[in-house]
Every structure is written in structure tokens, then in C-alpha cells.
């Protein structure tokens, strides 16, 4: 984990600390590994000390993780989500994640915050809603950028913009495909609502 310049773990002198790792082969044969991990310790300087919060899809503990069924045929794809409430308010200011042989995409959006649309890409392209929630955009881009509704239950058309926010109150659930419509190949998202 790549914490930001001026933030830190909080270390006292007589602290341990502890490392676990999995390794997993997902060949036939056996394979040699090393594990070679580097620790940078700062002193005599002054960190925003950051507290970790340990997220899991299935839940907060170590195992059993999840099983995929498998009966969805070749190509198919099975995902999992979970909402989390964070036990401390305060800024996000690392994240990191993992998956296992097989996984697609992991996704962890904080839906209070919105979503920027900056050039050619919108921040979280997966984004999990309540009914009656309500979602912000909000344009940094350099050039113009939209937010389109290909396929949904509710058409969605914000104008054509490089600063300034757009919301939409998601009244209905479903799945809705959106996309930019000045740059459609390359900016999509899908925002599902339960
Ligand atoms: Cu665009």
C-alpha cells in the first residue's frame, strides 16, 4: 500500500508488526517463489498518522471468502457487493485490493461523494444505489463531457459540460447503462440501483 507523501502508520518504538501473505499456484506443477517486501520507517519527521479499515465482499473476517457457483456457462460472470458503513468519518486517502485466480473487477465507491467525469473517464465505472438515493457528477475535465442513458429504466441526459455538477435522484431500480455521448467508446458506466 502507497500511502499519499505525509501520511503514515503510527508506530511506537516497542511495536511488532506482523506480515501475511498467501501464495497460490495455479499451475499443475510446483513452482518456486520468493517473497521480498520493503518497509519504508520515516522518523524524526511529522505524519498524518492513517488508521486501516479491513473491507470484505462476503464480510470482515479473514475466511471463508465466497464461492462462486459456476453453473453460468463459458464467459459468464458472477459478482458480489456489500455496502459498508465506516465505524470512523474522515478522508479516504489510500485504497487497495485483491482478487483471486478468475477475477474480473473489484469496485469500492463511496456513493455520498459522487462520481468526477474528467477527461475521457468517469471516476468509478460500477457504481451500487439505493432507491431514492441520489447521485452527483461532477465535471473536471478540460474538454466538454456528458452523461448519456444507453439502456435503462429512466432516461438520463445531462448537458454537455466541463465544470459544474449534475445529479439525478434514482427513483426506480434497475440497471442503467450510461455512456458519453461526445465520446462513446471510451467513457462508459453502469450504475445499478436496488
Ligand atoms: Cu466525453
Redesign the pocket.
Known amino acids: 500500500m502507497a500511502l499519499p507523501p505525509g501520511y503514515g502508520y503510527a508506530n511506537a518504538a516497542g511495536d511488532l508488526s506482523g506480515l501475511v501473505y498467501i501464495l497460490m499456484n495455479h499451475h499443475d506443477r510446483a513452482e518456486s517463489v520468493s517473497v521480498r517486501y520493503t518497509v519504508g520507517y520515516v522518523t524524526g519527521q511529522t505524519l498524518t498518522p492513517v488508521r486501516p479499515i479491513w473491507l470484505g465482499v462476503h464480510n470482515c473476517q479473514v475466511d471463508p471468502i465466497f464461492t462462486v457457483p459456476g453453473t453460468g456457462g463459458q464467459g459468464s460472470t458472477y459478482s458480489r457487493s456489500t455496502d459498508f458503513r465506516l465505524p470512523v468519518s474522515g478522508r479516504i486517502v489510500a485504497g487497495g485490493g485483491h482478487l483471486h485466480g478468475g477475477g474480473v473487477r473489484l469496485d469500492l465507491t463511496d456513493t455520498t461523494c459522487g462520481t468526477t ?1 474528467s ?2 473517464r468517469y471516476g468509478a465505472q460500477r457504481v451500487l444505489l439505493h432507491r431514492g438515493q441520489t447521485f452527483r457528477w461532477n465535471f473536471v ?1 478540460t ?4 452523461v448519456t442513458l444507453a439502456t435503462g429504466p429512466v432516461g438520463i441526459a445531462s448537458p454537455s459540460m466541463k465544470s459544474g455538477s449534475f445529479s439525478v435522484r434514482f427513483t426506480r431500480a434497475g440497471t442503467y447503462d450510461l455512456y ?4 462513446p467508446a ?2 462508459t458506466q453502469t450504475i445499478v440501483v436496488r
Open positions: 467525469v477527461d475521457y475535465g474538454v466538454e463531457h456528458d458519453c455521448s461526445l465520446h471510451r467513457m
